[in-house]
């Protein structure tokens, strides 16, 4: 298997405008998590789903993040309009119950 | 709710020498502990974990943890530091062993190696 695979790895963006992250879990894995990773505050959890399904998304900073599993194979973050503070490194993982998880290359995102 | 604290954000060591990188959790049941490794610019993986069982669990790459509940730590150790071991440190805790559980991170230690 390939992996988790997030795209793109890197992302300029201006201020204002809408990014949207990609992920692809690995096949078969039930359970998938975005994290985002920051200098100040470490390894933060934003939203994870079980069989496609958002169970906890208390870790979304704002109204401005949303997140969607339209299938098994696919998840998407968007951020809308972005800002400056959420200049960061965005990770997905996927994990199967029993498995640890599985963490993708990450997504660095920049916000000028 | 649980929480980790790693102790020392940056370690350095000499090669060849004793790697230890220090974690502390604190949980309101059982734990179970992780202790993930990134290189720069890749995502994390798994080094090592412990579920139940032996308190001793070793991982890849020749490091290893020992669970200790009477101290809520879960410390990192290899014998013998290699240049390759440069890198980031993060320990991380879950309630219970189930992949469909979000892991807790702690603040991740920077591992350098010196010549």
């Known amino acids: 298997d390939a992996g988790v695979i997030q795209s793109p790895r890197h992302e300029v963006t201006e201020m204002g405008q809408e990014v949207t992250l990609r992920c692809k879990p690995i096949?078969?894995?039930?359970?998938l998590f975005w994290y985002r990773q920051t200098m100040m505050r470490g390894l933060e959890l934003l939203i994870y789903?079980?069989?496609?399904?958002?169970?906890?998304d208390s870790g979304m900073p704002e109204d401005r993040f949303s997140a969607k599993m339209p299938n098994a194979s696919f998840s998407t973050l968007k951020i809308q309009p972005s800002e400056p503070r959420d200049s960061a490194v965005y990770f997905c993982?996927?994990?199967?119950?029993?498995?640890?998880?599985?963490f993708g290359q990450g997504t660095r995102l920049t916000v000028v | 709710a649980q929480s980790v604290t790693q102790l020392g954000s940056h370690v350095s060591v000499s090669e060849g020498a004793l790697v230890l990188l220090r974690c502390n959790y604190s949980?309101?049941?059982?734990?179970?502990l992780f202790w993930y490794v990134q290189y720069p610019n890749q995502g994390l993986q798994l080094l090592l974990k412990?579920?139940?069982?032996?308190?001793l669990v070793k991982g890849i790459n020749g490091f290893e943890a020992e669970f200790k509940k009477s101290e809520t730590s879960f410390h990192l150790t290899k014998p013998s530091a290699h240049m390759s071991d440069a890198a980031e440190y993060f320990c991380?805790?879950?309630?219970?062993?189930?992949?469909?559980?979000?892991?807790?991170f702690g603040k991740g230690t920077r591992l350098s190696v010196i010549a």
């Open positions: 993982a996927s994990s199967l119950t029993d498995t640890e998880a599985f």
């Open positions: 096949s078969g894995h039930n359970s």
């Open positions: 789903f079980n069989n496609n399904v958002p169970i906890d």
């Open positions: 949980s309101s049941v059982p734990p179970y």
């Open positions: 412990y579920t139940t069982g032996a308190t």
């Open positions: 991380a805790v879950s309630d219970y062993y189930s992949g469909n559980t979000p892991l807790v």
